[in-house]
């Protein structure tokens, strides 16, 4: 990833995860929103790393019990990625797996190749 606003939304990324440790759900939610506008704007409104931050999105409120919230945050990170990526790529999975109303069995993710 490369631009100018890119460095301010893994900045904003991070922040709302250290934020979620934090009991800080509102300010991850609104820097997981901030990151996630950065990307549409520079990325596109449907590359996959849209896809990402949108499932981060919905899993903070998916955490704190906002299913309704959290659904169609869900929803359009799966449309994304599986235009994007197809339906078998890692990231895929997972945001299907985490669409999930209790998560993946056992808690378990799909692992993701680096």
Do not use: C, W
Request: aromatic content about 4%; glycine content about 6%; charged content about 25%.
């Amino acid at each position: 990833m490369t631009g100018p606003f890119v460095p301010v939304a893994m900045l904003n990324l991070i922040r709302a995860v250290l934020g979620i440790h934090h009991h800080r759900f509102n300010l991850s939610v609104k820097r997981s929103r901030r990151a996630l506008e950065i990307d549409e704007k520079v990325l596109g409104p449907e590359h996959p790393e849209v896809a990402v931050r949108l499932n981060v999105l919905a899993l903070l409120y998916k955490d704190q019990g906002r299913e309704a919230e959290a659904e169609p945050l869900f929803k359009r990170a799966l449309a994304i990625s599986d235009k994007a990526l197809g339906p078998e790529h890692p990231i895929t999975k997972l945001i299907r797996a985490d669409m999930r109303p209790n998560g993946p069995p056992g808690n378990a993710r799909p692992e993701i190749p680096k």
